[in-house]
């Protein structure tokens, strides 16, 4: 079993600060690709930020300049920083990961690629 926890969100006036946080837990033998996706009301998922295993990032044009993504492969973690917030920013935040996991047969050893999606965090900017 593989599951992504995300936390950090929460109310924030605009122009504040959040931090979201994703640990990933499980079989995991390695963490390829990581990022976030932000869903508002009515509206489609759509990608805030990803981060390679190498530490390569892209950025949404809407939250460049704002929003830092950053990772420790060492937790199995990924951070997603959020400056100068906007109520447009308002949305339900959703951790993804490409995930590689072990699996042990017949005293074999393979490994299987998995895409695994968190629950969401939900973040809201008013005032």
């Known amino acids: 079993q593989v599951q992504l926890v995300e936390s950090g969100g929460g109310l924030v006036q605009p122009g504040g600060s959040l931090r979201l946080s994703c640990a990933g837990s499980?079989?995991?033998?390695?963490?390829?690709?990581m990022g976030w996706y932000r869903q508002a009301p009515g509206k489609e998922r759509e990608l805030v930020a990803r981060?390679?295993?190498?530490?390569?990032?892209n950025y949404a044009d809407s939250v460049k300049g704002r929003f830092t993504l950053s990772r420790d492969n060492a937790k199995n973690t990924v951070y997603l920083q959020m400056n100068s917030l906007k109520p447009e920013d308002t949305a339900v935040y959703y951790c993804?990961?490409?995930?590689?996991?072990?699996?042990?047969?017949?005293?074999?050893?393979?490994?299987?690629?998995?895409?695994?999606w968190g629950q969401g965090t939900l973040v809201t900017v008013s005032s």
């Open positions: 499980g079989n995991i033998f390695i963490i390829n690709d």
């Open positions: 993804n990961a490409q995930i590689v996991r072990q699996i042990v047969q017949n005293q074999r050893v393979y490994y299987r690629d998995v895409e695994v």
């Open positions: 981060i390679t295993s190498g530490g390569s990032t």
